[in-house]
């Protein structure tokens, strides 16, 4: 089934490493220093949070659609019945994904300089004693670590401005299929550091009045820092495939309860612990005034639960869901021949999903937290290096230290539900199409007794 495939790509995005094992270099990278490796851990946090949402949004809309399908398929309800009766069914869905839901405009971690921000991260004073040659002098550093990521967005930005480092024009959702990175070369970032910015009073560049430490410890960050940040790949999903069994039970009042529920269950080392469930009412309407059609109004609410690790680095995802559903159901029985349905539905989706996760493999390497070994070259020449899992006995721990965010996303969609339904004694075949964001075509079979 397609949503486990789903599922599986959402954690492939929450820890950023979904690339190849496989990786073209120029050279084996050396150990970085701990600046860098900080700073490279804060840059892969922020570009998470960055692209996260745009990379997330056209699932949440996908699931919102899918699994919100098949709640209904007659709008009739009886008012009173002398004993309860039970309806069983496996509703069955199938979702287009359209192509602008295949890629997003990604961005990275940058900041225009300001420099009453820049005081909270270096303490300074303007020395005018000689009116003709003021200095700059620097009189205390609070946050060594936090003044280089601060002045680290303050050079991306610049070389954003100036084109010095460009972004991909588009990258792919978890629905698409492409592989994209954001390449930011050292040149570039050490012409920045020692050019800009230049202090209006003194007219000199910033660094250059610095403590002598404290640009050797900037020049080294950005000599070892990773050039290629690797953005998470596709699943390349052109359609979305669910199955959901569903009881309704009724009648009390022209009012009927539906129950939707899988137990946590272990599927396997890609999607991990799954469990989802729903909860719904609907009332008929038309029980109160004379109607040529059936009417009624219906409201479920849904929940679903992911807990998984997953991938070479051991990352962990746990995500929860809930949605809620509104249906507003027209009806028209032909007796012995075939009944018409249609609905007008408002959905509202939330997701809260909770991440820990590592530096991707690559980064690791270009940090020389992760091992490389020549394992051939392409016919240009070019060598060939594959990247081994962590060894801490022989200098390669990998990254040690995981990060941790949180993300929330919204959405909500309204559809528009067309269908037809036949009933041969107690057994009802049903197809109907949903018109939205994200379009379903849903079917099913049910029995009833």
């Known amino acids: ?203 000199k560049p910033l660094f250059d009045v610095l403590p002598d430490s404290l640009r050797a410890t900037i020049l080294m960050a950005v000599g070892q820092f990773p050039e290629y940040f690797t953005l998470p790949k596709g699943g390349n999903i052109n359609s979305i495939i669910a199955g959901i069994p569903q009881l309704e039970i009724g009648s009390l009042y022209g009012t009927e309860l539906l129950l939707r529920f899988i137990p946590p269950v272990y599927m396997g080392e890609n999607i991990g612990d799954f469990s989802f469930w729903g909860l719904g009412l609907k009332h008929s309407l038309s029980q109160y005034f004379e109607s040529p059609i059936d009417i009624a109004f219906q409201t479920v609410y849904q929940g679903t639960y992911l807990n998984n690790k997953v991938g070479v680095t051991n990352s962990e995802l746990k995500a929860l869901a809930t949605i809620w559903d509104f249906n507003l159901e027209f009806g028209k029985r032909f007796e012995d021949i075939i009944d018409f349905y249609a609905g007008f539905s408002y959905e509202l989706l939330s997701i809260k999903s909770d991440f820990t996760y590592y530096l991707p493999i690559e980064t690791q390497a270009q940090l020389g937290l992760l091992e490389m070994i020549k394992i051939g070259e392409l016919p240009n020449g070019q060598p060939i290096y594959r990247i081994l899992p962590p060894d801490a006995s022989r200098g390669f721990p990998g990254d040690t230290e995981p990060q941790k965010t949180k993300i929330k996303i919204n959405d909500e969609n309204f559809k528009f539900i067309f269908g037809l339904s036949r009933s041969f004694g107690p057994v009802t075949f049903f197809i109907d199409y949903s018109l939205s964001k994200f379009n379903i075509l849903s079917g099913g079979i049910e029995f009833k007794f």
């Open 1 to 203: 089934m397609q949503k486990k495939k789903i599922i599986a790509t959402i954690a492939s995005l929450a820890i950023f490493f979904c690339a190849s094992l496989f990786l073209n270099a120029q050279a084996v990278y050396q150990r970085a220093n701990d600046y860098t490796i900080n700073l490279a851990r804060a840059f892969g946090r922020e570009l998470f949070d960055l692209n996260g949402v745009p990379y997330l949004q056209p699932l949440v809309e996908t699931i919102n659609s899918t699994s919100n399908s098949g709640f209904f398929n007659r709008a009739y309800v009886p008012k009173n019945v002398e004993k309860p009766y039970f309806r069983v069914g496996l509703k069955g869905m199938l979702g287009f994904v359209r192509d602008d839901m295949k890629s997003y405009s990604p961005n990275m971690p940058n900041e225009p300089l300001d420099l009453s921000k820049l005081s909270q991260y270096i303490n300074y004073k303007i020395d005018l004693n000689d009116p003709l040659n003021p200095k700059f002098v620097v009189t205390g550093i609070p946050d060594t670590a936090a003044l280089i990521l601060y002045a680290f967005k303050v050079y991306a930005h610049r070389g954003l401005e100036t084109k010095l480092i460009k972004l991909p024009e588009s990258a792919p959702t978890i629905l698409g299929y492409d592989e994209r990175a954001i390449y930011i070369p050292r040149y570039v970032l050490d012409s920045l550091v020692r050019s800009y910015p230049v202090i209006p009073i003194i007219n």
